[in-house]
């Protein structure tokens, strides 16, 4: 074979490998029929794919989650003192979904803290969150304040479940909390909450997981493809807002009743 029948058979090999390698990929991506992994902040453009998600995970209110996600990308919460609307925080989103699959034998029949005051007001003031009101006591007995025991700030969270008889439901999320001390005060809560969604069977969508969270009230709702546990970890280390004060003990990372992870300045 000449030098040139040599090069025209190669760019022909070559050819056919790329053309292969573009019908495999467009397979993958529209021929199973399953849904792309979104990324970053959640928007018009792939609040749909979220959905899709949260739906395959068999989480609850998917519905109303859409709605609430909407009116803060109308932007409705800038309008708060014209319109009367309260936007949503993490524990209310997590609880919107997740609610359903926490069981909580023993709650505390009443909540005497303030950590909560504003998530209180706004289920209880706001039509767009009175779907949360029967679950009033699960929200304040899981996330509001809970006293450090004298075997550390370790044990609060896992001994707070422990004497309320909380158990975690579900068997494609798990519910992420970040346990926070209370400044000058022998408390913990939780700071922060997410679900990590399973989506390891959920064709190939880019990514084994998926960690669904609303930042803050006024703040955005974000999804976010993780490995696993560690990457899950690090995303949240990265973040200022959960970093423990000077001589505070380390801020702690929960999945469901499972310690994953420590956040240390």
């Known amino acids: 074979m000449g030098i040139n029948e040599f090069i025209k058979t190669a760019r022909r090999g070559i050819a056919m490998c790329m053309a292969a390698v573009f019908i495999l990929t467009a397979l993958a991506a529209c021929g199973t029929g399953k849904v792309r992994m979104p990324d970053g902040d959640i928007n018009e453009k792939n609040l749909d794919e979220v959905c899709a998600v949260l739906k395959d995970a068999g989480l609850s209110n998917i519905d109303v989650f859409e709605t609430w996600v909407r009116d803060y990308l ?85 001994e707070n479940l422990e004497k309320h008889g909380i158990r975690f439901g579900g068997d494609k999320f798990s519910v992420i909390s970040i346990v926070i001390k209370a400044y000058e005060e022998e408390t913990a809560f939780v700071g922060h909450t997410g679900l990590l969604i399973d989506c390891r069977e959920n064709g190939d969508i880019g990514s084994d997981y998926l960690f669904v969270e609303k930042i803050a009230f006024n703040d955005v709702y974000k999804a976010t493809p993780v490995k696993g546990d560690e990457e899950l970890v690090r995303l949240l280390s990265a973040r200022p807002d959960y970093m423990p004060a000077e001589g505070d003990p380390n801020t702690l990372i929960y999945k469901n009743a499972e310690l994953i992870g420590e956040i240390a300045r």
Do not use: H, W
């Open 74 to 158: 109308d932007g409705g919460y800038e309008n708060a003192d014209a319109s009367g609307f309260c936007d949503a925080d993490c524990r209310m989103t997590v609880t919107l979904l997740a609610g359903d699959f926490i069981e909580c034998e023993r709650p505390e029949p009443e909540y005497g803290g303030t950590y909560l005051m504003f998530d209180l007001e706004a289920i209880e003031n706001q039509p767009e969150y009175s779907v949360l009101k029967d679950k009033k006591a699960l929200f304040t007995t899981l996330f509001g304040e809970m006293p450090i025991p004298e075997s550390g700030f370790s044990a609060a969270f896992t």
